[in-house]
Each structure stands twice: as C-alpha cells, then as structure tokens.
T-cell receptor
Framework: DARVTQTPRHKVTEMGQEVTMRCQPI?????VFWYRQTMMQGLELLAY????????DSGMPKDRFSAEMPDATLATLKIQPSEPRDSAVYFC???????????FGDGTRLSIL | KQEVTQIPAALSVPEGENLVLNCSFT??????LQWFRQDPGKGLTSLLL?????REQTSGRLNASLDKSSGRSTLYIAASQPGDSATYLC?????????????FGKGTHLIIQP
C-alpha cells in the first residue's frame, strides 16, 4: 500500500537551530503539500508544489521557512533559525489532482526548546 | 477568506448509536469537500470526497452529504463502533485562484463507549 513517508518522526532541538523535515510523496503523485497542526490553530496550509514547481507558500513565514522539491521523490521544509512558536506537528501530503483525495504522512512532531 | 467550522467539538456516545457530525463553510465556491479521520499520533486518512456537483457519497457505514449553496456538510456514521473513536476533520478546496490546498475545520473528537 503506497504511503507518504516523513522523516524524522520526532525532533527536539534548541531555539536558533536549523531544522530540516523531509517527505517522500507517493510515486506518481504530482502535487505535494506541507501543513502545520497546532492545538490553537488546527491544520494550516504552509506551501505546495505541482510538478515540483512551488505554487503557493503564502501560509509560510518566509523570513525563516523555506520549502523545496529537489526531485520528484523528495520534498523538504526547513526552518532557520527555529523558534519555540514553531513547535507543532508538520504534515506532508501528496495527491494526483485537485479532485482526488490527498494522502497524508504520519507527520514530524517538532519541539523547539 | 474561507472559514470551516465543525460542530460539536467533542462527542461521546454509546456503541451502536447512529450519529451525525456537522461541518459548515463560509464561501460556497469550492471544488470539493473532504472528510478525514485522524487517530492520535497519526496522519489523516481520507474517508470521503464529495465533488462540488455531488450531493452525497457513501462508503460502508459512512455517508457524507453536501449542500454547497448553504455551505453545509454532514457526516453520518451508522451503527457506531469503538473503533470509530477518532478525530474527524472536514476540509474544502477553494475553486478560485487555482489553489489546491485544503482549508480545515478544527475537528470533532469522537468517543464511542463500549
């Protein structure tokens, strides 16, 4: 059964450190999304790519966050420098088209001390 | 800006009961509406996707309806089981501007008592 794979599953680091989260989308899916989930805000879209091209990153704090797709099998989300308010669960999802379900990974639980 | 609201925020019912979860959205210009299930510490699992031109979708004991003009959707769960305990999330994709990202409600935390 094809799955979206995210690494690491958990990350604890100190404020100011760089954090890199990785996502392997389902093979053949051409759209990749990054979401963030917190208790207060719920799930929010950060950025997404179609055919590896960034289409929307308006939900992402651009001064410290960056999202890339170096190739079709890898998406990355970086935070530099990290801050305690970035603590959240970060989900990657992939899909075939706007009218097909998005498939989610199990998330990266990030804690910034 | 699209806003999605889910009521109730939490629900606890005895096993075997039929139940309804509600979702409302402020902008009716949507491509589709999706219902997801989230188990603790896990990602989201897609349950049902309703296209904007459809009225309902069914999968097993689950039935989702969509009234786009009034901005409402319901998820009906028949003959609930303890394994249905999870958080249920409703999300929409806006049909303007080419954006494919989902806008989520905050979910309904469901507990089915054995």
């Amino acid at each position: 059964d094809a799955r979206v794979t995210q690494t690491p599953r958990h990350k604890v680091t100190e404020m100011g450190q760089e954090v890199t989260m990785r996502c392997q989308p389902i093979l053949g899916h051409n759209t990749v999304f990054w979401y963030r989930q917190t208790m207060m805000q719920g799930l929010e879209l950060l950025a997404y790519f179609r055919n590896r091209a960034p289409l929307d990153d308006s939900g992402m704090p651009k001064d410290r966050f960056s999202a890339e797709m170096p190739d079709a099998t890898l998406a990355t989300l970086k935070i530099q420098p990290s801050e305690p308010r970035d603590s959240a669960v970060y989900f990657c999802a992939s899909g075939l088209s706007v009218n097909q379900p998005q498939h989610f990974g199990d998330g990266t639980r990030l804690s910034i001390l | 800006k699209q806003e999605v609201t889910q009521i109730p925020a939490a629900l606890s019912v005895p096993e075997g009961e039929n139940l309804v979860l509600n979702c409302s959205f402020t902008d009716s210009a949507i491509y589709n509406l999706q219902w997801f299930r989230q188990d603790p510490g896990k990602g989201l699992t897609s349950l049902l996707l309703i296209q904007s031109s459809q009225r309902e979708q069914t999968s097993g004991r689950l039935n989702a309806s969509l009234d786009k003009s009034s901005g409402r959707s319901t998820l009906y769960i028949a003959a609930s089981q303890p394994g249905d305990s999870a958080t249920y999330l409703c999300a929409v994709i806006h049909s303007g501007g080419g954006a494919d990202g989902l806008t989520f409600g905050k979910g309904t935390h469901l507990i089915i008592q054995p």
